[in-house]
């Protein structure tokens, strides 16, 4: 069965420092692996996701991913975060069929 | 385009009672999944539906919950006799086609239901 681990529950940094949050996932079979982020009171928005190709994958606001197979990981990266990326971001993994697997998510605090 | 809609944001149900929490796909998606978020926990996968179809349900509780997706209308998930447990958001995502990670899955805001 797949499953998504999110070791950091929560991860207060300052603004305009770098950040890392950590995905690992398990699975017997080719993964497809998604970032989401949920601001205060709101659904979820996909922030990035990995389907083939290039291991690195972008986002339009900064963030970027890599997928490492060999250590089954897909960690959310920003050289320099901002106030408003304050949030919960959730990794998730699918086999390519219907279902998303998310993990338990992660509480980016920014602080000024 | 109008994204997700889901109603109400906010439900209040005592012990006993039922709740019906709908969802209106975005325009043109033909495809909709219901998510549960307990409180301090990730989204657990509960149904994948279509029109007039429920395609996979293994996450759906045995009892007291279903699910329909009407040829016309929102889909709607109701949950027979509340317990306090069943406090969460309930989340639906929609997506144009199914069967492939391809296809993103579009999240509404969410229902906060809350058993008192």
């Known amino acids: 069965a797949q499953s998504v681990t999110q070791l950091d529950s929560q991860v207060p940094v300052f603004e305009e420092a770098p950040v890392e949050l950590r995905c690992n996932y398990s699975?017997?079979?080719?993964?497809?692996l998604f970032w989401y982020v949920q601001y205060p009171n709101q659904g979820l928005q996909l922030l990035l996701k990995y389907l083939s190709g290039s291991t690195l994958v972008e986002s339009i606001n900064g963030f970027e991913a890599e997928f490492n197979k060999s250590q089954t990981s897909f960690h959310l990266r920003k050289p320099s975060v901002h106030i408003s990326d304050t949030a919960e971001y959730f990794c998730?993994?699918?086999?390519?069929?219907?279902?998303?697997?998310f993990g338990t998510g992660t509480r980016l605090q920014v602080f000024p | 385009n109008a994204g997700v809609m889901q109603n109400p944001r906010h439900l209040v149900r005592r012990r006993g009672q039922e709740a019906r929490l709908r969802c209106s796909p975005m325009k043109g998606h033909s495809h909709v999944y219901w998510y549960r978020q307990l409180p301090e926990e990730g989204l657990k996968f509960m149904v994948y539906l279509q029109k007039e179809n429920i395609i996979d349900e293994s996450g759906m509780p045995k009892e007291r919950f279903s699910a329909e997706f009407p040829k016309e209308g929102p889909s709607i998930l109701r949950i027979q006799q509340v317990v306090r447990g069943d406090s969460a958001a309930y989340f639906c995502?929609?997506?144009?086609?199914?069967?492939?990670?391809?296809?993103?899955?579009?999240f509404g805001p969410g229902t906060r239901l809350t058993v008192t």
């Open positions: 699975s017997s079979v080719s993964v497809y």
């Open positions: 998730a993994v699918s086999d390519g069929t219907d279902k998303l697997i």
């Open positions: 995502a929609s997506s144009p086609s199914g069967g492939g990670a391809s296809y993103e899955q579009y």
